[in-house]
T-cell receptor, first 115, second 110 residues
Framework: EAQVTQNPRYLITVTGKKLTVTCSQN?????MSWYRQDPGLGLRQIYY???????DKGDVPEGYKVSRKEKRNFPLILESPSPNQTSLYFC??????????????FGPGTRLTVL | DQQVKQNSPSLSVQEGRISILNCDYT??????FLWYKKYPAEGPTFLIS?????DKNEDGRFTVFLNKSAKHLSLHIVPSQPGDSAVYFC?????????FGTGTSLTVIP
């Protein structure tokens, strides 16, 4: 089954404790991206990657890091989480080489709470 | 500053009638627009898109209209069905960056 998986689905942590949210896709997509969803703000893009070893900042990259060492994986790293990073996070992927490249497939989301 | 805006947080429509969801944007450089649907506890799913060089795209019950001079797009759902009840996000693409609106929660009343 074609899908984007995220782990963990729920996470409660404390300020300053480094964490990683994993994202993996099995569709051989080149493009991957991270978003956060907050009430009244919609989805905002954090980082995106056009391919392996190519990453770029989105609209709200501060406080986040990403890496793209393999095509299928795109982990989101919070080196020192703060309460304002409490949010619902989505990973997405798509294939720029096709006519449907804008049509991103989204993972189920990760609910992060930073205390 | 929000570059893509959905000014109606919610909309209720009777089953069988038309649902019209609206979206405004500020950046004339956007080259692709998309609509996504989101159910609770799930990720958004792609619904329909339109290139900036077109003014209409239709897919079954869903039609998206683009008015570039007004920087406005709308999603029409005809006829509306109870299963269409969800949050709808419009999004715009510019140079591989995506900008989403705040969403409109649609309720279709049986």
């Amino acid at each position: 089954e074609a899908q984007v998986t995220q782990n963990p689905r729920y996470l409660i942590t404390v300020t300053g404790k480094k964490l990683t949210v994993t994202c993996s896709q099995n569709m051989n997509h080149e493009y991957m991206s991270w978003y956060r969803q907050d009430p009244g703000l919609g989805l905002r893009q954090i980082y995106y990657s056009m391919n392996v070893e190519v990453t770029d900042k989105g609209d709200v990259p501060e406080g986040y890091k990403v890496s793209r060492k393999e095509k299928r994986n795109f982990p989101l790293i919070l080196e020192s989480p703060s309460p304002n990073q409490t949010s619902l996070y989505f990973c997405a992927s798509s294939s720029p080489g096709t006519s449907a490249y804008n049509e991103q497939f989204f993972g189920p989301g990760t609910r992060l709470t930073v205390l | 500053d929000q570059q893509v805006k959905q000014n109606s947080p919610s909309l209720s429509v009777q089953e069988g009638r038309i649902s019209i969801l609206n979206c405004d944007y500020t950046n004339s450089m956007f080259d692709y627009f998309l609509w996504y649907k989101k159910y609770p506890a799930e990720g958004p799913t792609f619904l329909i898109s339109i290139s900036s060089i077109k003014d209409k795209n239709e897919d079954g019950r869903f039609t998206v209209f683009l008015n570039k001079s007004a920087k406005h797009l709308s999603l029409h759902i005809v006829p509306s069905q109870p299963g269409d009840s969800a949050v709808y996000f419009c999004a715009a693409d510019w140079g591989n960056q995506f900008y989403f609106g705040t969403g409109t929660s649609l309720t279709v009343i049986p």
